[in-house]
């Protein structure tokens, strides 16, 4: 059993790196004391999972950087934005990883202002000198899709850019633990993806 559930995290590792291998985005070598800011809600947190299973544990594990999980449960992107300044002040990270937007999808806010919301978070992470990458969020539907304007991001800050990992993942009931969000071997997946874009980006 252990082998299979293994066998299955390897799987869907390189399914989604192929899914994510057309992202331009180039970031600098990250120095060997580098920090990242993995930034985010429930996402990040790591829930459906123990705290040492979240994304952020794993890829601290995998890059052996410190990696900090600064992720909050059902936070939208407007409460997301007005702490940002406040950690950046505090971690001075060379790279932060945003992932937020998903509650904002299922409050049914008005997402032409959590673009702009993430936007501003793209724009006050450089203004510390902090590389990004952009994690994309599906919104609910039978086909679990990122939503559209994860995308748009991307497109107009010339930002790194995961549009895929969490669509695949969630859905994908072996790696999951509810409907919004991954289980341990999700999590396992989530932060090998990354740490492979990083790889093949050319920070780390």
Not at 42 to 58: D, H, I, M, V
Not at 66 to 95: D, F, M, T, Y
Request: hydrophobic fraction near 45%; aromatic fraction near 8%.
């Amino acid at each position: 059993m252990k082998y299979k559930s293994t066998a299955i995290v390897y799987f869907f590792i390189f399914v989604i790196t192929a899914s994510c291998s057309d992202n331009n985005a180039r970031f600098s070598k990250l120095p060997a004391n580098a920090t990242i800011l993995a930034f985010g809600d429930s996402l990040t947190k790591g829930n459906g999972a123990a705290l040492s299973q979240s994304y952020p544990s794993r890829l601290q594990q995998l890059t052996r950087l410190r990696v900090i999980n600064a992720g909050i449960s059902g936070e939208i992107s407007e409460h997301g934005l007005n702490r940002l300044a406040s950690l950046l002040e505090k971690h001075r990270p060379q790279l932060v990883i945003i992932c937020h937007g998903g509650n904002d999808i299922l409050r049914h806010l008005r997402l032409e202002k959590t673009k702009t919301n993430i936007t501003e978070m793209i724009r006050l992470a450089r203004s510390y000198h902090a590389q990004v990458l952009l994690m994309a969020v599906p919104k609910p539907s039978l086909l679990v899709k990122p939503a559209d304007f994860y995308a748009d991001i991307a497109e107009s800050t010339r930002v790194g850019f995961d549009n895929w990992t969490f669509a695949e993942v969630l859905k994908n009931n072996a790696l999951k633990s509810d409907s919004y969000h991954p289980n341990a071997a999700g999590y396992a997946v989530i932060a090998d993806a990354i740490f492979q874009l990083l790889s093949q980006q050319g920070a780390i």
